[in-house]
């Protein structure tokens, strides 16, 4: 298993052009494998277990009803945008009245009577049948709302800043998924999986969290959830990942912590919706309660009520999102030892395995580059050049002197005019013997140096 788990760790290091060291990368690994040794054994009493993905995989089923609340909220504050887009208070007025007819009846297509009133007030094209999402861009288009900007902030809670947005984008979101009922199976996975820890905040998702290794602020916080004894990371994927959920793209993700009887839940990334936090609590929670075979019993603690059944870690470097207000604490019922979890740990250099403090690198300062070769396993320093998304050092791959392309493994010898031996890469060797294998005069060419006077050299090489 460990020899697989480095394996994949690599791949990891390798897709975010992280330097790294065998050495590092083990001290890792044997952390994460002394820790996570209470939660491996407890998640693998559940029938779901899969020990390749070091996870608890299911099925599940999201069921979004419309939601009425929230097409009032956003609606008012779409309104509120239309004050600023609109030049004058009459073409605001029929804004509203043609907004308020597309959203009257809270379904997913508006009523047919209702599509004159929009046509007039709003002065755009609807035909029966079309949903009120699309009725209601169009309109709002129109009316410029998609062209109105605010400054926002940005950035790590230690590092903010302020950045231009158009607020329309995102209020049209919310309306448009308030308006449209759906069902959506997707595959869920409960991992210790080391590298999930390190990908849970993907690059190739669709939204971005402090924890990505590409740029994220606290992507050392990564090693620390990996390398303690209670953090889990639940995250949901498309079904076109069925294996290696490692390196998928993540739709939802989001740590459970479990200890001692007690089950914590982290903010949910990207939204933090409740009815979806409310869906995979109760998964967790099912799950939990199988491995431990007792009722699937709990009570809830919220705010500053989760506070006596949590620290973080001292030293450690994630963000700690269940201290600002996120956090939702589990307590299974009929038991009376209810534990204190720490979550978080040091983590490791990935260069030399010696702890690492700063949450804004997951390597120390005293580390220069070394990066462990894709083609021979060994540690180099700072040598060598990335070839499709790998790294090899500079005895494992070669630039091509004749076309300057990069490629893995030993070069082959053409000669150049000036009789010196030149490196180049199979496909331009091939080109070389095309041109030479054909000559009539190819044996007595190289024996008296006559390829100098060739006109059909390729880039004035001979094989």
Known sequence: MMDELKQQFYEVMHKYQKPFSEEGVAANLTQWYEQKQGLLQLLRKHPLWNE?????????????????????????????????????????????????????????????????????????????????????????????????????????????????????????????????????????????????????????????????????????????????????????????????FHTAPRITREIFCYKDNVLLQSRLYPTDLEDQKTLYRSIVQQAIATCLDKPNLWSLKRGKDTEPYCESAADSNHYPDYEYGYAVVSLLKGETDYGKMTIGSVARCVCCGGEQKNHRSIRCTECGSMFVCKGCGKTVHGYGRYIDNHFYCKECSYRCTACGEEFIGMPRIGIARSGEQRGICPACYEQVVGVCGNCTIHSDCLSIGANRFCPNQMSGLAA
């Open 52 to 244: 390749k993905e070091l996870a608890i995989v299911f099925r599940v089923e999201e069921r979004r009803e419309i939601d009425r609340i929230t097409v009032d909220e956003t609606r008012a504050a779409i309104l509120e945008l239309g004050r600023r887009a609109c030049t004058d208070d009459t073409v605001y007025e029929n804004f509203e009245v043609a907004l308020r007819a597309a959203t009257a009846d809270y379904a997913r297509i508006p009523n047919e009577y209702r599509l004159d009133t929009i046509r007039q007030y709003g002065g755009i094209k609807c035909a029966p049948g079309q949903k009120a999402s699309r009725i209601i861009n169009r309109l709002c288009l129109k009316f410029h709302l998609d062209q109105i900007e605010e400054e926002a902030e940005a950035g790590e809670p230690d590092n903010r800043y302020t950045r231009t947005i158009k607020p329309y984008n995102a209020l049209f979101a919310r309306l448009a998924d308030a308006l449209n009922p759906a069902h959506i199976e997707k595959t869920a996975v409960l991992s210790i999986h080391p590298c999930d820890f390190l990908e849970m905040s993907n690059r190739d998702n669709t939204w971005s969290s402090c924890h990505c290794l590409e740029g994220g602020g606290y992507r050392g916080g990564c090693q620390s959830y990996m390398g303690d004894a209670v953090s889990m990371i639940f995250f949901t994927v498309s079904d076109e990942y069925t294996q290696d």
